[in-house]
Protein backbone atom coordinates (compact mmCIF):
# COMPACT_ATOMS: atom_id res chain seq x y z
CA UNK A 1 0.00 0.00 0.00
CA UNK A 2 1.32 3.29 -1.04
CA UNK A 3 -0.12 5.42 0.92
CA UNK A 4 0.49 5.87 4.97
CA UNK A 5 -0.65 7.43 8.06
CA UNK A 6 2.87 6.80 9.43
CA UNK A 7 5.85 8.86 8.71
CA UNK A 8 8.56 5.81 9.65
CA UNK A 9 6.97 3.89 6.95
CA UNK A 10 7.53 5.83 4.33
CA UNK A 11 9.80 4.53 1.42
CA UNK A 12 10.83 6.29 -1.28
CA UNK A 13 7.66 7.02 -3.78
CA UNK A 14 4.88 6.71 -1.61
CA UNK A 15 1.86 9.31 -0.41
CA UNK A 16 1.64 10.62 3.12
CA UNK A 17 -1.09 11.57 4.50
CA UNK A 18 -1.57 13.71 7.94
CA UNK A 19 -4.15 12.59 10.36
CA UNK A 20 -5.14 13.58 13.63
CA UNK A 21 -5.61 11.16 16.27
CA UNK A 22 -6.38 11.43 19.97
CA UNK A 23 -2.80 11.54 20.64
CA UNK A 24 -0.57 12.31 17.64
CA UNK A 25 -1.73 15.14 14.75
CA UNK A 26 0.34 13.57 11.84
CA UNK A 27 1.13 17.30 10.36
CA UNK A 28 3.07 17.27 12.44
CA UNK A 29 5.53 14.36 10.96
CA UNK A 30 5.08 15.87 7.53
CA UNK A 31 8.25 17.10 6.96
CA UNK A 32 9.87 13.51 8.39
CA UNK A 33 7.61 12.08 5.86
CA UNK A 34 9.68 13.98 2.86
CA UNK A 35 12.52 13.25 4.32
CA UNK A 36 12.02 9.64 4.10
CA UNK A 37 11.10 9.99 -0.11
CA UNK A 38 7.46 10.87 0.54
CA UNK A 39 6.53 12.20 -3.50
CA UNK A 40 3.18 13.49 -2.14
CA UNK A 41 1.36 15.16 1.13
CA UNK A 42 -2.45 14.99 1.96
CA UNK A 43 -2.97 17.25 4.79
CA UNK A 44 -5.86 19.60 6.32
CA UNK A 45 -2.98 23.11 5.59
CA UNK A 46 -0.23 24.17 4.28
CA UNK A 47 1.81 23.36 1.14
CA UNK A 48 5.54 21.75 0.98
CA UNK A 49 8.08 21.48 -1.88
CA UNK A 50 6.77 18.10 -2.89
CA UNK A 51 2.69 17.49 -4.50
CA UNK A 52 0.26 19.44 -1.96
CA UNK A 53 -2.97 18.26 -1.57
CA UNK A 54 -5.06 20.05 0.87
CA UNK A 55 -8.54 18.38 1.88
CA UNK A 56 -11.28 19.45 4.62
CA UNK A 57 -10.77 15.96 6.52
CA UNK A 58 -7.87 13.55 6.02
CA UNK A 59 -9.40 10.66 7.63
CA UNK A 60 -12.36 10.79 5.92
CA UNK A 61 -10.62 11.12 2.65
CA UNK A 62 -8.58 7.98 4.17
CA UNK A 63 -11.60 6.27 4.30
CA UNK A 64 -12.91 6.73 0.91
CA UNK A 65 -9.47 6.46 -0.84
CA UNK A 66 -9.37 2.79 0.95
CA UNK A 67 -12.88 1.68 0.29
CA UNK A 68 -12.64 2.72 -3.00
CA UNK A 69 -9.47 1.22 -4.04
CA UNK A 70 -9.52 -2.22 -2.24
CA UNK A 71 -12.99 -3.25 -0.79
CA UNK A 72 -13.44 -4.56 -4.51
CA UNK A 73 -10.93 -7.57 -3.67
CA UNK A 74 -11.65 -7.90 -0.42
CA UNK A 75 -15.14 -7.95 -0.84
CA UNK A 76 -14.09 -11.69 -2.51
CA UNK A 77 -13.35 -13.03 0.96
CA UNK A 78 -15.70 -14.23 3.79
CA UNK A 79 -15.49 -11.73 6.52
CA UNK A 80 -16.19 -13.05 10.17
CA UNK A 81 -16.70 -10.42 12.79
CA UNK A 82 -16.87 -10.74 16.43
CA UNK A 83 -17.81 -8.11 19.35
CA UNK A 84 -18.38 -8.57 23.08
CA UNK A 85 -16.29 -7.73 25.93
CA UNK A 86 -14.78 -11.05 26.32
CA UNK A 87 -14.64 -14.52 24.74
CA UNK A 88 -13.50 -12.73 21.61
CA UNK A 89 -9.97 -13.44 20.91
CA UNK A 90 -10.89 -17.25 21.85
CA UNK A 91 -13.96 -17.45 19.58
CA UNK A 92 -12.18 -16.47 16.71
CA UNK A 93 -8.94 -18.28 17.39
CA UNK A 94 -11.36 -21.42 16.84
CA UNK A 95 -12.41 -20.08 14.12
CA UNK A 96 -9.45 -19.94 12.54
CA UNK A 97 -8.49 -23.48 13.32
CA UNK A 98 -11.36 -24.90 12.26
CA UNK A 99 -11.60 -23.32 8.81
CA UNK A 100 -7.94 -24.17 8.15
CA UNK A 101 -8.51 -27.36 9.28
CA UNK A 102 -10.53 -27.95 7.26
CA UNK A 103 -8.73 -26.59 4.36
CA UNK A 104 -10.27 -22.83 4.29
CA UNK A 105 -7.51 -20.81 3.85
CA UNK A 106 -7.57 -18.38 6.54
CA UNK A 107 -6.36 -15.46 8.42
CA UNK A 108 -7.23 -14.05 12.31
CA UNK A 109 -6.70 -10.52 13.19
CA UNK A 110 -6.99 -9.80 16.93
CA UNK A 111 -5.80 -8.96 20.34
CA UNK A 112 -2.81 -11.75 19.61
CA UNK A 113 -1.51 -10.77 16.60
CA UNK A 114 -2.37 -10.90 12.74
CA UNK A 115 -2.07 -14.76 11.10
CA UNK A 116 -2.19 -16.74 8.34
CA UNK A 117 -0.07 -19.44 7.10
CA UNK A 118 3.37 -19.54 9.06
CA UNK A 119 2.95 -15.54 9.34
CA UNK A 120 2.42 -14.32 12.80
CA UNK A 121 2.91 -10.52 13.44
CA UNK A 122 1.84 -8.73 16.83
CA UNK A 123 -0.14 -5.99 16.72
CA UNK A 124 -0.90 -2.88 19.04
CA UNK A 125 -4.62 -3.03 19.10
CA UNK A 126 -6.87 -5.46 18.71
CA UNK A 127 -9.08 -4.23 15.62
CA UNK A 128 -6.10 -1.83 13.81
CA UNK A 129 -6.16 1.18 12.69
CA UNK A 130 -7.91 1.40 9.00
CA UNK A 131 -5.02 2.33 7.26
CA UNK A 132 -3.02 -1.07 8.80
CA UNK A 133 -6.31 -2.94 8.61
CA UNK A 134 -6.87 -2.64 4.97
CA UNK A 135 -3.33 -3.20 4.42
CA UNK A 136 -3.76 -6.20 5.99
CA UNK A 137 -6.94 -7.52 4.59
CA UNK A 138 -5.22 -7.17 1.07
CA UNK A 139 -2.09 -9.10 2.21
CA UNK A 140 -4.56 -12.07 3.10
CA UNK A 141 -5.95 -11.47 -0.33
CA UNK A 142 -2.74 -11.63 -2.03
CA UNK A 143 -1.89 -14.66 -0.29
CA UNK A 144 -5.17 -16.89 -1.20
CA UNK A 145 -7.30 -16.08 1.63
CA UNK A 146 -11.04 -17.58 1.50
CA UNK A 147 -12.02 -16.39 4.81
CA UNK A 148 -10.94 -13.54 7.34
CA UNK A 149 -11.73 -13.60 11.22
CA UNK A 150 -11.56 -11.09 13.23
CA UNK A 151 -12.07 -8.96 16.83
CA UNK A 152 -14.33 -6.14 16.56
CA UNK A 153 -13.56 -3.79 19.24
CA UNK A 154 -15.82 -1.09 20.38
CA UNK A 155 -13.32 1.51 19.84
CA UNK A 156 -13.23 0.40 16.27
CA UNK A 157 -17.05 0.22 16.02
CA UNK A 158 -16.86 3.86 17.50
CA UNK A 159 -13.64 5.33 15.63
CA UNK A 160 -15.14 3.70 12.25
CA UNK A 161 -11.89 1.67 12.25
CA UNK A 162 -13.82 -0.79 9.61
CA UNK A 163 -15.57 1.96 7.48
CA UNK A 164 -16.77 0.51 4.53
CA UNK A 165 -16.61 -3.35 5.37
CA UNK A 166 -19.02 -5.68 5.40
CA UNK A 167 -19.62 -9.13 7.15
CA UNK A 168 -20.59 -12.29 6.06
CA UNK A 169 -21.65 -13.67 9.37
CA UNK A 170 -21.33 -11.98 12.73
CA UNK A 171 -21.53 -12.51 16.62
CA UNK A 172 -21.90 -11.24 20.01
CA UNK A 173 -19.60 -12.69 23.28
CA UNK A 174 -21.54 -10.90 25.92
CA UNK A 175 -21.50 -7.38 27.37
CA UNK A 176 -19.68 -6.57 30.92
CA UNK A 177 -18.35 -3.44 32.44
CA UNK A 178 -15.18 -1.79 30.47
CA UNK A 179 -13.32 0.50 28.50
CA UNK A 180 -15.63 3.25 30.33
CA UNK A 181 -12.62 5.55 30.42
CA UNK A 182 -13.51 5.85 26.56
CA UNK A 183 -17.29 5.25 26.75
CA UNK A 184 -18.76 6.62 29.50
CA UNK A 185 -21.57 4.85 29.71
CA UNK A 186 -22.59 0.88 29.35
CA UNK A 187 -25.47 2.32 27.36
CA UNK A 188 -22.79 3.81 24.66
CA UNK A 189 -20.38 0.94 25.26
CA UNK A 190 -23.11 -1.02 24.09
CA UNK A 191 -24.25 1.05 21.02
CA UNK A 192 -20.94 0.60 19.59
CA UNK A 193 -20.93 -2.80 19.23
CA UNK A 194 -24.51 -3.04 18.05
CA UNK A 195 -23.28 -1.15 14.95
CA UNK A 196 -21.54 -4.50 13.74
CA UNK A 197 -24.92 -6.20 13.55
CA UNK A 198 -26.30 -3.44 10.73
CA UNK A 199 -22.80 -3.98 8.77
CA UNK A 200 -24.25 -7.52 7.34
CA UNK A 201 -24.10 -8.87 3.66
CA UNK A 202 -24.89 -12.16 1.94
CA UNK A 203 -25.91 -15.00 4.26
CA UNK A 204 -26.11 -11.94 7.39
CA UNK A 205 -25.40 -14.53 10.08
CA UNK A 206 -25.77 -13.49 13.32
CA UNK A 207 -24.74 -15.55 16.15
CA UNK A 208 -25.64 -13.96 19.62
CA UNK A 209 -25.48 -15.25 23.37
CA UNK A 210 -28.50 -15.42 24.44
CA UNK A 211 -27.65 -15.82 28.22
CA UNK A 212 -26.51 -11.89 28.38
CA UNK A 213 -29.06 -9.58 29.43
CA UNK A 214 -28.25 -7.30 26.68
CA UNK A 215 -29.05 -9.99 23.97
CA UNK A 216 -31.93 -8.97 22.50
CA UNK A 217 -30.61 -5.06 21.85
CA UNK A 218 -28.10 -7.56 19.08
CA UNK A 219 -31.00 -9.00 17.48
CA UNK A 220 -31.45 -7.57 13.76
CA UNK A 221 -34.47 -8.02 11.81
CA UNK A 222 -32.58 -8.26 8.66
CA UNK A 223 -29.86 -10.99 9.82
CA UNK A 224 -30.24 -14.75 10.51
CA UNK A 225 -30.11 -15.08 14.01
CA UNK A 226 -29.12 -17.87 15.75
CA UNK A 227 -29.30 -17.40 20.00
CA UNK A 228 -27.05 -19.30 21.85
CA UNK A 229 -28.55 -20.15 25.66
CA UNK A 230 -28.95 -22.73 28.54
CA UNK A 231 -32.42 -21.75 28.65
CA UNK A 232 -34.25 -20.45 25.70
CA UNK A 233 -33.41 -20.13 21.77
CA UNK A 234 -31.84 -21.69 18.85
CA UNK A 235 -28.97 -23.69 20.58
CA UNK A 236 -29.41 -25.50 23.72
CA UNK A 237 -26.55 -26.08 26.16
CA UNK A 238 -27.92 -29.34 28.40
CA UNK A 239 -25.53 -31.68 30.28
CA UNK A 240 -22.13 -29.92 31.38
CA UNK A 241 -19.05 -31.40 33.09
CA UNK A 242 -15.95 -29.57 34.01
CA UNK A 243 -12.74 -30.87 35.17
CA UNK A 244 -9.15 -28.78 35.02
CA UNK A 245 -8.34 -30.95 31.45
CA UNK A 246 -11.36 -30.09 29.35
CA UNK A 247 -15.33 -29.64 29.44
CA UNK A 248 -18.01 -32.36 28.22
CA UNK A 249 -21.53 -30.63 27.28
CA UNK A 250 -24.64 -31.60 25.39
CA UNK A 251 -26.52 -29.59 23.07
CA UNK A 252 -29.64 -29.16 21.10
CA UNK A 253 -30.08 -27.67 17.48
CA UNK A 254 -32.91 -28.78 14.99
CA UNK A 255 -34.31 -31.25 16.87
CA UNK A 256 -31.03 -33.34 16.69
CA UNK A 257 -28.95 -33.80 20.48
CA UNK A 258 -25.37 -33.54 20.25
CA UNK A 259 -22.28 -35.35 23.01
CA UNK A 260 -19.55 -33.01 22.90
CA UNK A 261 -16.03 -32.71 24.42
CA UNK A 262 -13.68 -30.05 24.66
CA UNK A 263 -10.26 -29.43 25.54
CA UNK A 264 -10.77 -26.03 27.15
CA UNK A 265 -11.93 -25.57 30.52
CA UNK A 266 -14.93 -23.14 31.74
CA UNK A 267 -18.47 -22.98 31.56
CA UNK A 268 -17.32 -20.20 29.04
CA UNK A 269 -15.88 -21.71 26.68
CA UNK A 270 -18.86 -24.24 26.15
CA UNK A 271 -20.53 -20.57 24.74
CA UNK A 272 -17.14 -19.49 22.80
CA UNK A 273 -17.16 -23.27 20.93
CA UNK A 274 -20.37 -22.92 20.37
CA UNK A 275 -20.40 -19.30 18.44
CA UNK A 276 -17.66 -20.73 16.22
CA UNK A 277 -19.74 -23.96 15.37
CA UNK A 278 -23.00 -22.02 14.80
CA UNK A 279 -21.22 -19.31 12.51
CA UNK A 280 -19.53 -22.02 10.55
CA UNK A 281 -22.26 -23.76 10.22
CA UNK A 282 -24.55 -20.75 9.09
CA UNK A 283 -21.99 -20.54 6.15
CA UNK A 284 -22.68 -23.62 5.39
CA UNK A 285 -20.56 -25.92 6.62
CA UNK A 286 -22.03 -29.45 8.20
CA UNK A 287 -22.13 -29.31 12.34
CA UNK A 288 -20.05 -33.37 12.45
CA UNK A 289 -17.46 -32.35 10.18
CA UNK A 290 -16.74 -29.51 13.04
CA UNK A 291 -16.97 -31.63 15.84
CA UNK A 292 -15.08 -34.07 14.64
CA UNK A 293 -12.06 -31.33 14.63
CA UNK A 294 -12.17 -31.15 18.41
CA UNK A 295 -9.43 -33.00 19.66
CA UNK A 296 -7.30 -30.85 17.24
CA UNK A 297 -8.46 -27.34 18.74
CA UNK A 298 -6.75 -25.72 21.41
CA UNK A 299 -7.15 -22.21 22.93
CA UNK A 300 -5.53 -18.82 22.47
CA UNK A 301 -2.27 -18.09 23.95
CA UNK A 302 -2.54 -17.23 27.35
CA UNK A 303 -6.31 -18.06 27.60
CA UNK A 304 -6.79 -20.52 30.62
CA UNK A 305 -3.09 -21.93 29.42
CA UNK A 306 -2.00 -24.90 32.05
CA UNK A 307 0.80 -25.79 33.51
CA UNK A 308 0.95 -28.36 35.45
CA UNK A 309 3.18 -28.12 38.70
CA UNK A 310 3.19 -31.61 40.94
CA UNK A 311 -0.29 -32.46 41.40
CA UNK A 312 -0.79 -28.61 40.73
CA UNK A 313 -2.58 -26.68 38.23
CA UNK A 314 -1.15 -23.03 37.26
CA UNK A 315 -3.28 -21.33 34.53
CA UNK A 316 -2.18 -18.11 33.24
CA UNK A 317 -5.04 -16.36 31.98
CA UNK A 318 -5.60 -12.66 30.20
CA UNK A 319 -8.72 -11.87 32.23
CA UNK A 320 -8.92 -8.13 33.14
CA UNK A 321 -12.30 -7.36 33.42
CA UNK A 322 -14.85 -7.91 36.54
CA UNK A 323 -16.78 -10.31 34.82
CA UNK A 324 -14.17 -12.26 33.06
CA UNK A 325 -11.89 -12.58 36.47
CA UNK A 326 -15.75 -13.86 38.01
CA UNK A 327 -15.91 -16.62 35.27
CA UNK A 328 -11.99 -17.63 35.48
CA UNK A 329 -12.64 -18.12 39.33
CA UNK A 330 -16.11 -19.52 38.98
CA UNK A 331 -14.81 -22.39 36.29
CA UNK A 332 -11.90 -23.20 38.85
CA UNK A 333 -14.21 -23.49 41.69
CA UNK A 334 -15.83 -26.28 39.77
CA UNK A 335 -13.39 -28.49 39.55
CA UNK A 336 -10.66 -27.32 42.51
CA UNK A 337 -9.51 -30.40 45.38
CA UNK A 338 -7.94 -27.71 47.15
CA UNK A 339 -7.52 -23.94 47.61
CA UNK A 340 -7.33 -21.12 44.91
CA UNK A 341 -4.92 -18.30 44.91
CA UNK A 342 -5.45 -15.51 42.37
CA UNK A 343 -3.15 -12.93 41.33
CA UNK A 344 -4.36 -9.81 39.81
CA UNK A 345 -3.25 -6.32 38.85
CA UNK A 346 -5.43 -3.75 37.21
CA UNK A 347 -3.98 -1.52 34.10
CA UNK A 348 -2.73 2.47 34.89
CA UNK A 349 -4.17 5.02 32.80
CA UNK A 350 -7.08 2.49 32.34
CA UNK A 351 -11.32 2.53 33.61
CA UNK A 352 -10.67 2.99 37.79
CA UNK A 353 -13.99 2.28 37.89
CA UNK A 354 -13.66 -1.47 37.86
CA UNK A 355 -10.42 -1.41 40.37
CA UNK A 356 -12.78 -2.03 43.55
CA UNK A 357 -14.95 -4.48 41.95
CA UNK A 358 -11.99 -6.80 40.36
CA UNK A 359 -10.36 -6.34 43.94
CA UNK A 360 -13.86 -7.58 45.76
CA UNK A 361 -13.97 -10.44 42.91
CA UNK A 362 -10.73 -11.74 43.63
CA UNK A 363 -11.38 -12.33 47.95
CA UNK A 364 -14.74 -13.31 47.45
CA UNK A 365 -13.54 -16.31 45.43
CA UNK A 366 -10.19 -17.58 46.15
CA UNK A 367 -8.82 -18.58 49.31
CA UNK A 368 -5.79 -15.88 49.12
CA UNK A 369 -5.86 -13.35 46.83
CA UNK A 370 -2.23 -11.74 45.52
CA UNK A 371 -2.59 -8.18 44.33
CA UNK A 372 0.32 -6.56 41.88
CA UNK A 373 1.16 -4.18 39.58
CA UNK A 374 -0.16 -5.12 36.18
CA UNK A 375 1.03 -2.32 33.09
CA UNK A 376 1.12 0.67 35.63
CA UNK A 377 1.82 2.82 32.23
CA UNK A 378 2.30 6.20 33.43
CA UNK A 379 0.14 5.63 36.46
CA UNK A 380 1.18 5.52 39.93
CA UNK A 381 1.12 1.80 41.09
CA UNK A 382 0.17 3.12 44.87
CA UNK A 383 -3.08 5.03 43.80
CA UNK A 384 -3.88 1.72 41.38
CA UNK A 385 -3.68 -0.54 44.67
CA UNK A 386 -5.56 1.91 46.52
CA UNK A 387 -8.27 1.85 43.83
CA UNK A 388 -7.90 -1.98 44.15
CA UNK A 389 -8.22 -1.95 48.20
CA UNK A 390 -11.20 -0.37 48.29
CA UNK A 391 -13.51 -3.21 47.22
CA UNK A 392 -11.56 -5.26 49.45
CA UNK A 393 -13.06 -6.46 52.81
CA UNK A 394 -11.50 -9.57 53.97
CA UNK A 395 -8.22 -10.04 55.09
CA UNK A 396 -7.22 -13.04 52.96
CA UNK A 397 -4.97 -11.16 50.67
CA UNK A 398 -1.37 -9.94 50.42
CA UNK A 399 0.06 -6.83 48.31
CA UNK A 400 3.09 -7.67 46.60
CA UNK A 401 3.86 -4.35 43.61
CA UNK A 402 6.91 -6.87 42.01
CA UNK A 403 4.77 -9.14 39.52
CA UNK A 404 7.46 -11.40 39.34
CA UNK A 405 7.41 -11.51 43.14
CA UNK A 406 4.15 -12.05 43.66
CA UNK A 407 4.07 -15.09 41.09
CA UNK A 408 7.25 -16.73 43.22
CA UNK A 409 5.25 -16.39 46.18
CA UNK A 410 2.11 -17.34 44.73
CA UNK A 411 4.02 -20.36 43.94
CA UNK A 412 5.64 -20.94 47.21
CA UNK A 413 2.27 -21.24 49.03
CA UNK A 414 1.11 -24.38 46.36
CA UNK A 415 0.49 -27.76 48.64
CA UNK A 416 -1.36 -30.19 47.66
CA UNK A 417 -3.83 -30.13 44.47
CA UNK A 418 -3.82 -26.29 44.66
CA UNK A 419 -4.82 -23.99 41.76
CA UNK A 420 -2.93 -20.69 40.77
CA UNK A 421 -4.76 -18.54 38.57
CA UNK A 422 -2.41 -15.55 37.67
CA UNK A 423 -4.86 -13.08 35.72
CA UNK A 424 -4.65 -10.23 33.73
CA UNK A 425 -1.95 -10.52 31.23
CA UNK A 426 -2.45 -13.59 29.78
CA UNK A 427 -0.17 -13.82 26.16
CA UNK A 428 1.43 -10.79 26.75
CA UNK A 429 5.50 -10.77 27.03
CA UNK A 430 5.91 -7.29 28.21
CA UNK A 431 5.22 -5.00 31.44
CA UNK A 432 4.15 -0.87 30.76
CA UNK A 433 5.74 0.92 33.30
CA UNK A 434 6.06 4.90 32.78
CA UNK A 435 6.55 4.95 29.04
CA UNK A 436 9.09 2.14 28.59
CA UNK A 437 7.54 -1.35 27.72
CA UNK A 438 9.80 -4.27 29.03
CA UNK A 439 10.05 -7.67 28.47
CA UNK A 440 7.92 -9.88 30.82
CA UNK A 441 5.84 -12.98 30.86
CA UNK A 442 3.90 -14.46 33.57
CA UNK A 443 4.14 -17.61 32.02
CA UNK A 444 8.00 -17.52 31.58
CA UNK A 445 8.32 -16.62 34.94
CA UNK A 446 6.66 -19.63 36.20
CA UNK A 447 7.96 -22.02 33.71
CA UNK A 448 11.80 -20.54 35.08
CA UNK A 449 10.46 -20.93 38.26
CA UNK A 450 9.13 -24.52 38.29
CA UNK A 451 11.97 -25.80 36.53
CA UNK A 452 14.68 -24.07 39.14
CA UNK A 453 12.38 -25.98 42.08
CA UNK A 454 13.49 -29.02 40.19
CA UNK A 455 16.92 -28.41 39.62
CA UNK A 456 16.97 -27.48 43.57
CA UNK A 457 15.13 -30.78 44.77
CA UNK A 458 17.16 -33.22 42.49
Do not use: W
Given at each position: ?94 IYQMLNDLGYKTAYIGTIGFYYSNVKRELNNTTPDIDLLYEML ?169 IKYGTNSIFVDYAHTPDAMENVLKTALEFRKGKIITIIGCGGD ?109
Amino acid sequence: MKIKTDSRKIEKGDTFIAIRNVNRDGHDYILDAIDRGAKKIICEKGQYDVETVVVADTRKYLEEYLYNTYYNDISKMKLIGVTGTNGKTTTCFLIYQMLNDLGYKTAYIGTIGFYYSNVKRELNNTTPDIDLLYEMLIEAYENNCKYIVMEVSSHALALERIYGLKYDAVAFTNLTRDHLDFHKTMEEYKKAKMKLFSLTRNEKIAVINGDDENYESFINKDNHNIIISNKHGDVLINHMNFTNLGTDFSFSYNKELYHNHINMVGRYNIYNYLTSLMILNGLGININKILDLNEKLSPPPGRMEMIKYGTNSIFVDYAHTPDAMENVLKTALEFRKGKIITIIGCGGDRDRTKRPIMGHIAEEYSNLAIYTNDNPRCEDPNNIMKDILEGVKKDNHLVIFNRKDAIIKGIDLLEENDILLILGKGHEDYQIIGKEKIHFSDKEIVLENIKERMVVNE
